[in-house]
């Protein structure tokens, strides 16, 4: 079988959640026979003189680059006829089996209707909030409230902040086409996934579509050979975080919540940061509040995993998570955590991680303090972590599963 994946960006242009997990499914896919292209979307604009589609390799994987013109700008809905009639283009020379959109923001909002009127049957994952949300993550500025429910009033006033020059009236219309355009669009999907129940309760709320909604973890992206050892008797306890490394990942939660355990641990961060100045600042922070940081920078797959040298992680995001790679990485290697009530953080987390479900720096630091100041409760948490975990490879045999089962009816 001949699968095209479309996902918004794709490394090296840059590697968040979503991208690891397409990257890791099209290997997986790659691994069991099939045939892969993925058509990658780009934050970067081309030159009127650049090949409207580039051809890239990434680790053995064949990547079609589509870059958008400079006046092609994002908005509450992507009107590129230019763009559309290259997602055309592609599937016409490509002819896949099957398509797996992971997103459109870059590519246009009507892939899978593409795919369809020319014979080709799609699925589509949802990895995160952007079919009900033009900002993606329902994180609205200062002042704002995100509906409880799929209504749209305080979605105009919210997408204001970036429109300053726009009516409201024209933001409202804006908004309603936005809806009507994204059910059309699920609508034509055979499957939509999602990577855990959080993820579909909160669809289910806040989309104005109406479809169902089925559940395929993304697991484990990559084997993992080595547990974390025990902390040496008398050593600093170490913990840290790992990821991408953002303000939204609460990392200036986890510096002042260990501000009063002091030189009892040792705060390690891991990860790229894309910021400048940010990891700076943690640092300073960490000065000043007397807890020893290390910051260890970037790291990949061929390098030593950052979870193995701590014997707490934390992750205390202030985002709904629609998975949480980072807390299977910790817990598959032996090492609990202390996760947010964000989103499908406390699903990964039921065995071997504390969930706070309140916000700030007191319930954190409290919940630290116990746990590090217990060795019995640290140890109680280890001793739950599971021994088998979901991995990608299981996700992309559901995929074919259903790819296949398609493919057989029509």
């Not at 840059?14 to 397409?22: I, K, P, R, S």
């Amino acid at each position: 079988m001949k699968l095209a994946l479309f996902v918004h960006d794709f490394p090296p242009e840059f590697l968040g959640g979503t991208e690891q997990v397409v990257l890791a499914l099209a290997h997986s896919y790659q691994d069991s026979g099939h045939e892969v292209v993925v058509v990658a979307g780009s934050q970067q604009r081309r030159a009127e003189s650049d090949p409207a589609i580039v051809t890239e390799a990434h680790e053995g994987l064949r990547v079609l680059r589509l870059r958008r013109s400079q006046d092609e700008n994002y908005g509450i809905c992507l009107d590129w006829p230019r763009v559309g009639g290259l997602v055309t283009d592609i599937l016409v020379e490509e002819q896949p089996d099957a398509v797996h959109v992971h997103h459109w923001s870059t590519l246009g909002h009507d892939i899978l209707q593409r795919a369809a009127a020319l014979g080709i049957v799609g699925g589509a994952t949802l990895h995160d909030l952007w079919t009900t949300c033009p900002r993606f993550f329902r994180r609205p500025p200062s002042g704002v409230r995100c509906p409880l429910d799929a209504s749209r009033e305080s979605c105009v006033t919210c997408a204001s902040s970036d429109l300053p020059h726009t009516d409201l009236k024209d933001i409202a219309k804006d908004m309603e086409r936005r809806d009507k355009i994204i059910g059309r669009e699920i609508a034509t999907a055979a499957f939509v996934a999602v990577p855990s129940e959080a993820q579909a309760k909160l669809l289910h709320r806040h989309a104005a579509f109406r479809t169902e909604l089925e559940i395929i973890p993304h697991g484990l992206l990559a084997p993992v050979p080595e547990r974390a050892l025990p902390r040496a008797a008398g050593a600093p306890f170490r913990v840290g975080s790992f990821g991408n490394v953002v303000p939204e990942k609460g990392f200036d939660l986890i510096v002042e919540a260990l501000g009063h355990l002091g030189e009892e641990v040792e705060l390690r961060i891991s990860g790229r940061c894309p910021h400048a100045g940010y990891v700076e600042a943690l640092e300073r922070r960490a000065r000043t509040l007397g807890v020893p940081f290390t910051y260890t920078g970037p790291y990949g797959p061929g390098d030593r995993h950052p979870a193995l040298d701590l014997d707490l992680a934390i992750f205390p995001s202030l985002c709904h998570e629609s998975y949480g790679l980072v807390v299977d990485e910790a817990l598959a290697r032996g090492v609990p955590v202390v996760v947010s009530g964000r989103g499908a953080l406390p699903e990964r987390a039921e065995r071997g991680g504390k969930v706070v479900r309140q916000g700030g720096v007191g319930p954190l630091e409290v919940a630290l303090a116990n746990l590090l100041r217990s060795h019995r409760q640290l140890e109680a948490l280890r001793s739950e972590i599971p021994t088998d975990f979901p991995t990608i490879r299981q996700a992309a045999d559901r995929y074919i599963e259903r790819f296949t089962s398609l493919s057989r009816v029509s």
